[in-house]
Structures are given as structure tokens and as C-alpha cells.
């Protein structure tokens, strides 16, 4: 197996029904831009009844017909949220955690090392978050990133194991992290390393791919960010499944 292989997204999703919510963070192969990617996925109704909406520099969740809410605590949340020099993307409300610990100066593990999986026996979902960091290096505006996965450590949720990855971008390169290693019941939790998968010049062909590999019947939402390295501006694309009833 060849360790620096990339893996075509397309072909990633399109051969896993439900991978649930993944994260992709990376740079384009021009190196020009900071990529950013967030979906998610449902089995469930209550899963299912979601729409993103963008929120200033932020992406909240809401439930696309409030009515049909059961459990809004593990459904509605700001998956990515801006604070400074730092872009946080998370499948869950420990994007808040991690944007106030970093308010009062502390870290990113700092901040997961309080959180753990969520409690949804049997399938104890995994906690999956990532921070994209700017800076100036030598003259230049630069970036890194991280990703974390916090997992059960066993079938009874006893303990959560928590893992953290560091990265220095690669041009064409971004890493891949999802909450399922694929569809069951219950479902299988992510296994490994994050995946090494190929990025794209173009948003919109990058995005694309990603939505139409999604499983039909079980994708609900996707946002993908594209940040220019050295100006910050911003490219988002945003697709939905759902249309939002306002009251």
C-alpha cells in the first residue's frame, strides 16, 4: 500500500453509503487557496430534517421543519465558526468549546480534551473537528491545520480515546476524517488516519464532486470554503437537500 497515495473523493463516497459527516481541510494545487469542506448525512428523520444556513463568516445548522424536531441537541449547531486568524469546522456544538477556549488564549486540544463522543448509544457517534490557522512566515501569509477524532474505547461507551493530527499543507493534498467507516447497526466508527484525498482548482468542480458522490438517499447538506492564502478572501458554496419552513 502506497502511504502518499490520493484517493479520488468521488470515488471514496460513491463506493460508502453512509461515511455520516466528514470533514475535508487541504490546499488547492495551484496553492493559491485553503480548502475547506463540511457535509452531513441522516438515516433517521429527525437526522434528516436539517438545512445549512450561512450566518455572517459562520455556517449554522437548522431544522428544516421545526415541527418534526425529536432531539435538537445533537441536529442543530454552528459546524464552522470564525475566530481571528482561525477557521473551525466540527460535526458538532464543540465548535463552541473550541472557539471559547481560544478566546481565553488557550488551544485546540486544550479545548477537545474536555468533549468526548456523543451519547447516542449504540452507535456513540465520534466527535470530529478541525482548525485551519493563518499566519505570516518569512514575509509570506502561510497555514497549517489540524484534525481530531474523540471515539468511544469500547462498544459500552466507557471511555473516549482522543486523537489529533497536525499538518503542514501539500499543493493537490487534503485530509479526509468522517464519523462512520460505512453504513450498519450499529454503525462502525471511523478507523485510522484521515485519508489522503486530491483537491481542485475550481470550487465549483471540487464541490460538485462531492455532492453528486454523496449517497442520494442519505445526504442532506455540503459546504465547501475555498480561502486565498494571502488575502483571505473568501469562496463558499453551499447546497442543500432541504428547503428551510420558516414559521
Known sequence: MDTYALNDIGKLLSENSYPGRGIIIGETPDGKNAVTAYFIMGRSENSRNRVFEEDGEDLIIYPADESKVEDPS?????????FENRLIVTNGDQTDTIYDFLKEGK???????????????????????????????????????????????????????RFFYGYSPLRGVG???????????????????????????DIEAF???????????????LY??????????????????????QK
Not at 74 to 82: E, F, N, S, T
Not at 175 to 197: A, D, L, M, Q, S
Request: hydrophobic share 30%; charged share 30%.
Open 107 to 161: 488551544s485546540f486540544g486544550e479545548a477537545l480534551t474536555t468533549r468526548e463522543f456523543e451519547p447516542d448509544a449504540p452507535n456513540y457517534t465520534p466527535r470530529i473537528s478541525g482548525m485551519l490557522t493563518f499566519f505570516e512566515e518569512a514575509g509570506e501569509r502561510v497555514f497549517r491545520y489540524r484534525l481530531s477524532i474523540l471515539k468511544s474505547a469500547d462498544e459500552k461507551g466507557s471511555a473516549c480515546n
Open 175 to 201: 485530509h479526509f476524517i468522517h464519523t462512520y467507516k460505512c453504513n450498519g447497526n450499529p454503525i462502525p466508527t471511523f478507523e485510522g488516519e484521515p485519508e489522503r484525498v486530491e483537491t481542485e482548482n
Open 74 to 82: 445533537l441536529i442543530i449547531y454552528k459546524p464552522i465558526r470564525r
Open 224 to 245: 465547501v470554503r475555498y480561502v486565498n492564502i494571502k488575502t483571505g478572501e473568501c469562496q463558499n458554496l453551499m447546497f442543500n437537500k432541504n428547503v428551510r419552513k
Open 207 to 221: 464541490a460538485k464532486k462531492i455532492w453528486e458522490s454523496l449517497d442520494s438517499d442519505n445526504k442532506i447538506s
